[in-house]
């Protein structure tokens, strides 16, 4: 399986993560958050390439964990929260679902979904 973990490259996490992900005989993509892009035709989600890097397009792997949501605008939140979404619409196994990330967010609608 090849699995994007969306967080920060140099944090523990990420390494961690990525030894596990290779034990267990699958392909580790650490890729950062803050470069999801959606490109056209399609409006295929990816990773904007970093310097000579080719993109890596979310469509093309197995699965997605969630680490971490960097900071970001209204507007930047509200497209990786969706980008999350559609993904799992195009059958992307996604942990750490946008769903789940809103109620962790969102104390009042963890309490409500409770």
């Known amino acids: 399986m090849r699995i994007a973990v969306l967080a920060n490259a140099a944090g523990y996490y990420a390494r961690d993560l990525s030894r596990v992900i290779v034990d267990r005989g699958h392909e580790p993509l650490i890729l ?8 056209e035709p399609h409006a295929a989600l990816g990773i904007q390439p970093i310097s000579e890097e ?9 699965a ?5 949501m960097p900071p970001g605008s209204l ?3 509200i497209f990786r929260m ?7 619409a195009a059958g992307v ?16 609608l963890t309490t409500v979904r409770l």
């Open 32 to 39: 950062p958050f803050s470069g999801l892009v959606a490109r």
């Open 54 to 62: 080719p993109a890596r397009w979310l469509a093309d792997v197995d």
């Open 64 to 68: 997605v964990l969630v680490r971490t």
């Open 75 to 77: 507007e930047q939140v």
């Open 82 to 88: 969706n980008a999350l979404a559609r993904l799992e």
């Open 93 to 108: 196994i996604v942990v750490n679902s946008a769903r789940a990330i809103e109620s962790a967010v969102d104390k009042y």
